[in-house]
């Protein structure tokens, strides 16, 4: 072999050898084993990455779902169903909404101790620590008292189980230590975002929430906060925003399933676990909206191997607003709706006691109007619709740009519809569909903690 053959053969082994030699994430390996190391998917546990930097601004607790293969994170018994008859689900119907090619299980759970530099800030549940990866560097240390087990790929469905009742012991001794100090919490808080939401992006909506209603509520608004981020995104490099169109029915289904999965029981059997005297305020805006609705007022679908079937209740305390609703208010007065599942009795699970519902809408939410798999609640059509009726099935209210309250027409009822049109007017920064995501401003810390505060 001559010397510019020899020169270039040593050439291109020292080019194959530094592609194969390439720098790897922290996390490269349990990802790839849960398929969640794709440019769009690794954005849903960024917290993990970054654990001071991505975080909440109060005392709380980040919630991170996931969706992975069915064959790669159970075994055979591990989705259980209950049926909920009056909400026109059965089991096996239950079933199909919940298991695909993948299903959402929680892959992570991170507590915040709202300290300067993030310190303090630590993992009761970590998916991503895996049997023999011990190359993997864990950048969220386990919280004091938590062992940091590894978790088998195919058992991490099973252990968000686990990772529940962790979280509602932690719950129960963090509301028992702030009432020891003089400190107590106000609310347990739970705020879930919409589509297209990357986990990084959902912390700052959840902050820009949280401080708003502390600017307009000061320190009688003092806050536990459950933040739930979940795969409301779609990856695609070449089809772009027809590609996001096309996943829209898509995520709608996700978001059912977050409501019927994991978040229904985070709010009928973690915190009622935890502690039932504390006021549960539950925000979701969009997506996030129809999660948190499906949660509260049907309830979970499924319950632990071996475990009885979680029976939802009603609350005694507990405010759901709905901002810029995804979802049909059929569902809520149980006529129908889309993928015709409705909420029992009105959400009579929300409708007891002091416990309250509440929907925007806006005629500056063009997100709704090009939703044409249906008439959502945050379009104004919907309000017209139902609260220019001669006897509206539920009161309905202005929001003035202020974020201030005035009544249009009073039944009664604990649901309440809101025309926000002077108040969610504006494009938030970097967001589409005209004034769908305008809800982060102190203005809308005036009208949410109007709909919080107790009557004076």
Not at 50 to 58: K, T, V
Not at 337 to 350: Q, V
Not at 384 to 410: H, Y
């Amino acid at each position: 072999m001559g010397r510019p053959h020899r020169c270039a053969t040593l050439l291109l082994c020292a080019l194959l050898s530094a592609c194969s030699a390439a720098p790897k994430r922290a996390l490269d390996a349990p990802e790839r084993v849960l398929e969640t190391n794709n440019a769009t998917t690794m954005l849903f546990h960024s917290v993990l990455y970054y654990p001071a930097e991505i975080s909440l601004n109060a005392p709380g607790y980040i919630l991170g779902v996931e969706k992975s293969p069915v064959r790669t994170i159970t075994l055979d018994g591990d989705l259980q169903t209950s049926d909920h008859p009056a909400a026109g689900l059965s089991a096996e119907a239950a079933r199909n909404e919940l298991m695909d090619i993948k299903i959402l299980y929680l892959s992570h759970i991170i507590d915040n101790r709202n300290r300067p530099f993030g310190e303090g800030n630590c993992s009761l549940h970590n998916a991503y620590v895996q049997p023999d990866d011990a190359d993997t560097r864990q950048l969220v240390p386990p919280c004091p008292g938590i062992s940091p087990a590894p978790v088998a790929p195919n058992r991490a469905y099973h252990a968000s189980w686990a990772a529940l009742n962790r979280l509602a012991i932690s719950l129960r001794a963090r509301i028992a230590a702030a009432r020891r100090d003089g400190t107590p919490f106000s609310h347990i808080l739970v705020l879930t975002m919409g589509w297209n939401t990357v986990q990084e992006e959902a912390l700052r909506n959840f902050n820009s929430i949280i401080k708003n209603i502390r600017l307009a509520g000061g320190k009688a608004f003092n806050p536990l906060v459950i933040g739930v981020t979940w795969p409301s995104q779609w990856q695609s490099d070449w089809l772009g925003p027809l590609y996001k169109l096309v996943s829209f029915p898509v995520k709608a289904r996700d978001a059912d399933e977050l409501g019927l999965s994991w978040l229904g029981v985070l709010l009928h059997d973690t915190l009622p676990r935890a502690d039932n005297r504390l006021p549960v305020v539950v925000i979701g805006h969009s997506f996030g909206s129809r999660a948190a609705s499906m949660a509260t007022c049907v309830g979970p679908a499924i319950h632990p191997p071996g475990g009885e079937a979680i029976t939802p209740k009603p609350f005694p305390h507990l405010t759901l607003i709905n901002l810029q609703g995804a979802f049909q208010i059929e569902r809520l007065l149980g006529s129908g709706g889309d993928r015709k599942i409705i909420f029992p009795g009105r959400c009579a699970n929300a409708s007891q006691g002091d416990s309250r519902i509440f929907l925007t809408a806006s005629v500056h939410d063009q997100a709704m109007d090009t939703a044409f798999w249906g008439v959502y609640a945050g379009n104004d059509k919907s309000y017209r619709r139902f609260c220019e009726q001669t006897t509206p099935p539920f009161n309905c209210l202005r929001a003035r740009a202020s974020g201030e309250l005035e009544s249009q027409a009073v039944n009664g009822s604990p649901i309440s519809y809101i025309d926000a049109s002077e108040l969610i007017y504006q494009n938030a920064y970097l967001s589409g569909g005209g004034a769908h995501s305008d809800i982060y401003r102190p203005e809308h810390g005036v009208l949410l903690w109007q709909l919080i505060a107790p009557p004076p």
